[in-house]
């Protein structure tokens, strides 16, 4: 169920997520223990971006259980020798479990779009699942085991509906082209620059220059676009046909660089720029006195693209191959806010599925069978660490309930059967959709 989040003050804003990561960032939290679990599914979301929800859960219900041992006069290191023990043998269970399809193209496709399926089984972008499977995927798959996901660039863009929303190869700049600009350049050599066109302009606050005649200011006037000037000539001896500057390039070095048929783009935002300098393999440029210390990016085609009602800057054939962008289309900004957190926790459990193709199953499966061999070391370990233990697998085991909770099934049955399951050995049964009690192939 999504969750509508409304910040006050004079910034107020309105936020629908259901991303745990985005919810715990937003609420204000004053006990230790809250913040370094709202810590814990930040660095989750960083580095595995889904599963927010249930570290959160699992660390909580490991809290709640060491409480009540502490209670029973058990004491910590007691209780953290056990659970380090029982950690020990879970991860041996999860590795023991793990299948890795990842010398077989066929099944290890599956196996992602399985994966991405179940991210985005509980996000916004359920209801058009298969279609944001097969976006990410491929998008996943063009970076060829990278890993870097900087070279995905996604763009939000309303009107529309999100199954209107595609993948398209290349590199899609939210900017527009200058006015006498020429639309469409091929085989493009393309300067990235973060500079000032004005930089000799007296810029101390509060400055006046006294004049005695209107021809002074005229010459005052002459002589920045002087300044300007020279400063376009040095850009243009680069040998360049395209020139994307971070900071505004002002009218008159617009229409300079519009007379010497190079195409000129002001003010693209600072993630656009060092995005757009990854995937044509270029370099920010500040200063432009030594031509040859710039490297240049390139490409095979810039041209002017229509999404919706906007215009759009598009690069194709960039340096860097497997750059692609996704953009995605929704009715209202709130909805493509959330599509867009949706996505990128897909994009980087699928990264991290390429780095590491093992896979372990779902549905509550993994968590179960962690417990029962937590439950087991427990059953041959003498001392109150043995008691430990056992909250550590009764912590594992409350992942499935709230799963069965959520679902509006009876919890207790379903868990106890699933118990009952793994007892007998059935180490792949776990909570499906179709039934109760699944044993996935």
Same mark, same amino acid.
């Given at each position: 169920?999504?969750? *509508?989040?409304?910040?006050?003050?004079?910034?107020? &804003?309105? !936020?629908?997520?259901?991303?745990?990561?985005?919810?715990?960032?937003?609420?204000?939290?004053?006990? #230790?223990?809250?913040?370094?679990?709202?810590?814990?599914?930040?660095?989750?979301?960083?580095?595995?971006?889904?599963?927010?929800?249930?570290?959160?859960?699992?660390? $909580?219900? +490991?809290?709640?259980?060491?409480?009540?041992?502490?209670?029973?006069?058990?004491? #910590?290191?007691?209780?953290?020798?056990?659970?380090?023990? =029982?950690?020990?043998?879970?991860?041996?269970?999860?590795?023991? /479990?793990?299948?890795?399809?990842?010398?077989?193209?066929?099944?290890?496709?599956?196996?992602?779009?399985?994966?991405?399926?179940?991210?985005?089984? &509980?996000?916004?972008?359920?209801?058009?699942?298969?279609?944001?499977?097969?976006?990410?995927?491929?998008?996943?798959?063009? +970076?060829?085991?990278?890993?870097?996901?900087?070279?995905?660039?996604?763009?939000?863009? +309303?009107?529309?509906?999100?199954?209107?929303?595609?993948?398209?190869?290349?590199?899609?700049?939210?900017?527009?082209?200058?006015?006498?600009?020429?639309?469409?350049?091929?085989?493009?050599?393309?300067?990235?620059?973060?500079?000032? !066109?004005?930089?000799?302009?007296?810029? *101390?606050?509060?400055?006046?220059?006294?004049?005695?005649?209107?021809?002074?200011?005229?010459?005052?006037?002459?002589?920045?676009?002087?300044?300007?000037?020279?400063?376009?000539?040095?850009?243009?001896?680069?040998?360049?046909?395209?020139? *994307?500057?971070?900071?505004?390039?002002?009218?008159? #070095?617009?229409?300079?660089?519009?007379? $010497?048929?190079? @195409?000129?783009?002001?003010?693209?935002?600072?993630?656009?720029?060092?995005?757009?300098?990854?995937?044509?393999?270029?370099?920010?440029?500040?200063?432009?006195?030594?031509?040859?210390?710039?490297?240049?990016?390139?490409?095979?085609?810039?041209?002017?693209? @229509? *999404?919706?009602?906007?215009?759009?800057?598009?690069?194709?054939?960039?340096?860097?191959?497997?750059?692609?962008?996704?953009?995605?289309?929704?009715?209202?900004?709130?909805?493509?806010?959330?599509?867009?957190?949706?996505?990128?926790?897909?994009?980087?459990?699928?990264?991290?599925?390429?780095?590491?193709?093992?896979?372990?199953?779902?549905?509550?499966?993994?968590? @179960?069978?962690?417990?029962?061999?937590?439950?087991?070391?427990?059953?041959?370990?003498?001392?109150?660490?043995?008691?430990?233990?056992?909250?550590?697998?009764?912590?594992?085991? @409350?992942?499935?309930?709230?799963?069965?909770?959520?679902?509006?099934?009876?919890?207790?049955?379903?868990?106890?059967?699933?118990? =009952?399951?793994?007892?007998?050995?059935?180490?792949?049964?776990?909570?499906?959709?179709? /039934?109760?009690?699944?044993?996935?192939?």
């Amino acid at each position: 169920m999504d969750k *509508i989040l409304l910040s006050s003050g004079r910034d107020a &804003s309105l !936020m629908v997520t259901n991303d745990g990561a985005t919810i715990l960032k937003n609420i204000g939290v004053d006990n #230790p223990a809250a913040k370094v679990l709202v810590d814990m599914s930040r660095v989750q979301d960083d580095e595995v971006g889904d599963g927010t929800t249930s570290v959160t859960v699992l660390a $909580a219900e +490991l809290l709640r259980e060491a409480e009540s041992l502490i209670a029973k006069k058990i004491h #910590p290191q007691t209780i953290i020798a056990g659970w380090r023990e =029982a950690t020990k043998a879970a991860r041996e269970a999860l590795l023991n /479990s793990a299948v890795d399809h990842g010398s077989d193209e066929v099944k290890f496709r599956e196996d992602l779009m399985n994966i991405a399926g179940t991210t985005l089984s &509980s996000k916004l972008l359920t209801h058009h699942k298969d279609h944001f499977t097969k976006l990410a995927v491929e998008a996943v798959l063009r +970076l060829k085991g990278s890993g870097n996901l900087e070279a995905i660039h996604v763009i939000k863009k +309303l009107g529309g509906s999100l199954a209107d929303s595609y993948l398209d190869e290349g590199f899609l700049l939210d900017k527009k082209i200058g006015v006498n600009q020429p639309k469409r350049i091929e085989n493009a050599k393309i300067l990235i620059a973060n500079t000032g !066109m004005d930089t000799d302009k007296i810029k *101390i606050f509060g400055s006046r220059v006294r004049v005695d005649s209107t021809a002074k200011v005229a010459e005052i006037e002459h002589a920045e676009k002087e300044k300007m000037k020279e400063k376009v000539e040095r850009i243009l001896k680069h040998g360049i046909n395209c020139f *994307i500057n971070r900071q505004l390039i002002y009218n008159y #070095p617009e229409q300079l660089f519009g007379a $010497a048929g190079v @195409m000129a783009i002001e003010h693209a935002d600072f993630a656009g720029v060092e995005r757009l300098a990854l995937v044509t393999g270029g370099e920010i440029a500040s200063t432009f006195d030594h031509p040859e210390l710039v490297k240049l990016g390139s490409c095979k085609l810039i041209e002017e693209v @229509m *999404i919706g009602e906007d215009k759009l800057i598009h690069f194709s054939g960039v340096a860097l191959g497997e750059a692609c962008t996704i953009v995605l289309r929704g009715a209202t900004q709130q909805i493509l806010d959330e599509a867009e957190r949706s996505l990128h926790d897909a994009l980087c459990v699928l990264a991290q599925t390429v780095k590491d193709s093992r896979t372990v199953y779902g549905g509550g499966c993994s968590e @179960m069978l962690m417990a029962h061999a937590v439950t087991q070391l427990a059953s041959r370990t003498p001392g109150k660490e043995a008691v430990a233990m056992e909250s550590y697998a009764k912590a594992l085991r @409350m992942l499935p309930t709230i799963i069965a909770d959520n679902a509006g099934y009876d919890s207790a049955d379903l868990v106890a059967q699933l118990r =009952a399951a793994h007892s007998e050995g059935n180490i792949t049964a776990g909570l499906g959709n179709v /039934s109760l009690i699944t044993t996935p192939v």
